[in-house]
């Protein structure tokens, strides 16, 4: 199994991408990766972009927590599971 990236809005990455940044400014995430490519074809209509993150976040308060954004794969490529905890970060 694997992490796929997963179609998203323009609008939407710019969510994700403020979040992760507020998240770094209040030192509150010090680690992760967050991946932006094209579309692929087939993705539904109005996908931007393909996404796929992982980042901890909650530090501040110690270990936090961990999210994921993207699809589980099989090793021939099929969905198994769509992740994405609400198109971003849990509330600050």
Same mark, same amino acid.
């Given at each position: ?34 991946? /932006? ?34 699809? /589980? ?20």
């Amino acid at each position: 199994m694997r992490l796929s990236a997963t179609p998203y809005t323009k609008a939407d990455l710019l969510i994700l991408l403020d979040q992760v940044r507020e998240l770094i400014e209040q030192d509150d995430s010090f680690e992760g990766m967050i991946n /932006w490519l094209m579309p692929e074809p087939g993705d539904p209509s109005g996908t931007d972009f393909r996404v796929e993150a992982r980042y901890r976040h909650g530090n501040s308060m110690g270990q936090g927590g961990f999210s994921i954004i993207g699809d /589980w794969v099989d090793e021939a490529g099929h969905k198994i599971q769509h992740i994405d905890p609400g198109k971003g970060l849990p509330p600050a």
